[in-house]
T-cell receptor, first 111, second 113 residues
């Protein structure tokens, strides 16, 4: 089955700096890669996603890149703010019906 | 349009008791999922369903049962609660077309003492 590895597990940045979270996946048939943000005590919420026919997607301060050859994708957050502090999960869909999650990254943005 | 609704939000059970966690969605989604999330950890898939009358096991199904009699509802049942089942349970749904995101409910926080 699919295996998704996520790094780093924790990330601390100063407000205004950029943050990058990386994920690798194992199933070359995977074709959809969402990213979720989970604040403490709340549900995971979709923040951005990318499909396998696209190499990069941006939404304001958030961007995701995908390298299908290397089987890795990354989340980039620019101009970080304290409200960006949360746990971020990458995920991968393959041809099946299940979403495989990475282990999560705890992002802390210091004011 | 309420999205994915889970009840109850909190529950404390004694060892050996049983209960049903409710999940309902009003988006006419075919696919529904149950996850558990232990403190400080990621999401583990318990069961999922691709439509009414169809269910399948995920990564950690032992100790749980599900049913899907309607498109809207996907209840999760714990028959003999054990301390290892203390966790936060999330239900999610997604549309049946390919490459669609899952939408999560607010979760049920379950403690078994």
């Amino acid at each position: 089955g699919e295996n998704v590895e996520q790094h780093p597990s924790t990330l601390s940045v100063q407000e205004g700096d950029s943050a990058v979270i990386k994920c690798t996946y194992s199933d070359s048939a995977s074709n959809y890669f969402p990213w979720y943000k989970q604040e403490l005590g709340k549900r995971p919420q979709l923040i951005i996603d990318i499909r396998s026919n696209v190499g990069e997607k941006k939404d304001q301060r958030i961007a995701v890149t995908l390298n299908k050859t290397a089987k890795h994708f990354s989340l980039h957050i620019t101009e970080t703010q304290p409200e960006d502090s949360a746990v971020y999960f990458c995920a991968s869909y393959n041809a099946g019906n299940m979403l495989t999650f990475g282990g999560g990254t705890r992002l802390m943005v210091k004011p | 349009n309420a999205g994915v609704t889970q009840t109850p939000k909190f529950r404390i059970l004694k060892i050996g008791q049983s209960m049903t966690l409710q999940c309902a969605q009003d988006m006419n989604h075919n696919y529904m999922y149950w996850y558990r999330q232990d403190p400080g950890m990621g999401l583990k898939l318990i069961y999922y369903s691709v439509g009414a009358g169809i269910t399948d096991k995920g990564e950690v199904p032992n100790g749980y049962n599900v049913s899907r009699s309607t498109t809207e509802d996907f209840p999760l049942r714990l028959e003999l609660a054990a301390p290892s089942q203390t966790s936060v349970y999330f239900c999610a749904s997604r549309a049946g077309t390919s490459n669609q995101p899952q939408h999560f409910g607010d979760g049920t926080r379950l403690s078994i003492l």
